[in-house]
C-alpha cells in the first residue's frame, strides 16, 4: 500500500524558513517522479514543485521560483521542500504527491496524495 | 501557462441524479487530462486520467470524456459519498501543471 506522510508544517513568521519532508513507502521511491501541491485555507490546488525519480531535474511555480527548493534522498525515502524567505501568502496547507512516472515531463499525473501538512506564515 | 476553467463552480443535486461537470482548457492538451475527487479535510484522491481512464478502485458511475479543450467529468447516478469538491488538472504541460478552480457538489 502507497502510504506518503508529510511533516514539518508550523506557524513561521514572515521571511522565516521551514523545511518540510515527505515520507514515502508501498513503491520503488527512486522510479517515481514525487511532487508538492498546496492549498491555501478555502482555495484550490496550487501546483508547487515538482523533481524526477533520479533527482536530477526540478521544476517550481513561478511564485516559488528563486525562495523553495525541493530535494529528494533516494536512500531514505524521502522528499523535502525548503522553504526560504516566507510570505502570507506561503499559508497553505502542504501536499506531497506521487507522480505516476519517473520524469513530469513524461505526461506524468498524480496518482497518490499524503494528508498534507499547514504552513502558516503569520507574525 | 494553460489554464483550466471548470464550471460550474458550485452545483446542487440530490441523490440519484446524473450530474456533468466541464473543465475547459485554454489550448489543446490532446487527453492529457485527470479529475481528482477532495472532501473537506482530505486529501485529493485520483478518479480519472488521461481523460476517461479510471483509476483502479473507483467506482463505474464515474466517468470522463473529451480531448482537446473540452473535457466532462459525469456522474451516472450521484450517492450520499460523492458530495465533494472535484477538479480538473492537465499534465500534457508539466511546467506548470495547473488546476482547475474546482467544483463543489452539493445536496440539494
Same mark, same amino acid.
Given at each position: 500500500? @502507497?502510504?506518503?506522510?508529510?511533516?514539518?508544517?508550523?506557524? @513561521? *513568521? #514572515?521571511?522565516?524558513?521551514?523545511?518540510?519532508?515527505?515520507?514515502?513507502?508501498?513503491?520503488?521511491?527512486?522510479?517515481?517522479?514525487?511532487?508538492?501541491v498546496?492549498?491555501?485555507?478555502?482555495?484550490?490546488?496550487?501546483?508547487?514543485?515538482?523533481?524526477?525519480?533520479?533527482?536530477?531535474?526540478?521544476?517550481? $511555480?513561478?511564485? @516559488?521560483?528563486?525562495?523553495?527548493?525541493?530535494?529528494?534522498?533516494?536512500?531514505?525515502?524521502?522528499?523535502?521542500? *525548503?522553504?526560504n524567505?516566507?510570505?502570507?501568502?506561503?499559508?497553505?496547507v502542504?501536499?506531497?504527491?506521487?507522480?505516476?512516472?519517473? @520524469? #513530469?515531463?513524461a505526461k $506524468?499525473?498524480?496518482?497518490?496524495w499524503?494528508?498534507?501538512?499547514?504552513?502558516?506564515?503569520?507574525? | 501557462?494553460? &489554464?483550466?476553467?471548470?464550471?460550474?463552480?458550485?452545483?446542487?443535486?440530490?441523490?440519484?441524479?446524473?450530474?456533468?461537470?466541464?473543465?475547459r482548457?485554454? &489550448?489543446?492538451?490532446?487527453?492529457?487530462l485527470?479529475? +481528482?475527487? &477532495?472532501?473537506?479535510g482530505?486529501?485529493?484522491? /485520483? /478518479?480519472i +486520467?488521461?481523460?476517461?481512464?479510471?483509476?483502479?478502485?473507483?467506482?463505474?458511475?464515474?466517468?470522463?470524456s473529451?480531448?482537446?479543450?473540452?473535457?466532462?467529468?459525469?456522474i451516472?447516478? /450521484? &450517492?450520499?459519498?460523492?458530495?465533494?469538491?472535484? +477538479?480538473?488538472?492537465?499534465?500534457?504541460? +508539466?511546467?506548470?501543471?495547473?488546476?482547475?478552480?474546482?467544483?463543489?457538489?452539493?445536496?440539494?
Amino acid at each position: 500500500e @502507497v502510504q506518503l506522510v508529510e511533516s514539518g508544517g508550523g506557524l @513561521v *513568521q #514572515p521571511g522565516g524558513s521551514l523545511r518540510l519532508s515527505c515520507a514515502a513507502s508501498g513503491f520503488t521511491f527512486s522510479s517515481y517522479a514525487m511532487s508538492w501541491v498546496r492549498q491555501a485555507p478555502g482555495k484550490g490546488l496550487e501546483w508547487v514543485s515538482a523533481i524526477s525519480g533520479s533527482g536530477g531535474s526540478t521544476y517550481y $511555480a513561478d511564485s @516559488v521560483k528563486g525562495r523553495f527548493t525541493i530535494s529528494r534522498d533516494n536512500s531514505k525515502n524521502t522528499l523535502y521542500l *525548503q522553504m526560504n524567505s516566507l510570505r502570507a501568502e506561503d499559508t497553505a496547507v502542504y501536499y506531497c504527491a506521487k507522480c505516476s512516472r519517473a @520524469v #513530469p515531463a513524461a505526461k $506524468a499525473f498524480f496518482d497518490y496524495w499524503g494528508q498534507g501538512t499547514l504552513v502558516t506564515v503569520s507574525s | 501557462d494553460i &489554464q483550466m476553467t471548470q464550471s460550474p463552480s458550485t452545483l446542487s443535486a440530490s441523490v440519484g441524479d446524473r450530474v456533468t461537470i466541464t473543465c475547459r482548457a485554454s &489550448q489543446s492538451i490532446s487527453s492529457w487530462l485527470a479529475w +481528482y475527487q &477532495q472532501k473537506p479535510g482530505k486529501a485529493p484522491k /485520483l /478518479l480519472i +486520467y488521461k481523460a476517461s481512464s479510471l483509476e483502479s478502485g473507483v467506482p463505474s458511475r464515474f466517468s470522463g470524456s473529451g480531448s482537446g479543450t473540452e473535457f466532462t467529468l459525469t456522474i451516472s447516478s /450521484l &450517492q450520499p459519498d460523492d458530495f465533494a469538491t472535484y +477538479y480538473c488538472q492537465q499534465y500534457n504541460s +508539466y511546467s506548470p501543471f495547473t488546476f482547475g478552480g474546482g467544483t463543489k457538489v452539493e445536496i440539494k
